[in-house]
């Protein structure tokens, strides 16, 4: 298991429009929400915002199975109903769909 990360800028005077959907997806519709991280091999969901340079901004981080990666190459292609309501509403928030970050570096203060 692996860790995802997808970060990206929302498109101006969006960020209650995300709220919205956010309270959504994890209030009446948590079970499709589920699923579909189920689908794509993503295990949990935690989502940032901060605001950079005047701007609002979200990450994603996404504890994911091995194939994930592999799984996610899908997305796009899904006919899935609530894959399409998912995509639709994160296209009209996000300024551009988030690709995955690439990790930099991984240190243990443990060890």
Wanted: glycine letters at 8%.
């Amino acid at each position: 298991m692996g860790t995802l990360l997808f970060a990206t800028f929302l498109k101006p005077g969006m960020l209650d429009a995300y709220k919205k959907f956010s309270a959504e997806i994890i209030g009446p519709r948590k079970l499709e929400y589920k699923e579909l991280l189920k689908r794509y091999g993503l295990k949990t969901a935690k989502v940032w915002h901060e605001k950079l340079s005047g701007r609002d901004y979200v990450m994603i981080v996404h504890e994911a199975e091995d194939d994930a990666l592999e799984r996610l190459k899908n997305w796009g292609s899904s006919t899935h109903p609530f894959d399409l309501w998912f995509g639709e509403h994160l296209n009209k928030c996000y300024e551009k769909f988030p690709e995955p970050s690439h990790l930099l570096f991984k240190f243990d203060a443990g060890n």
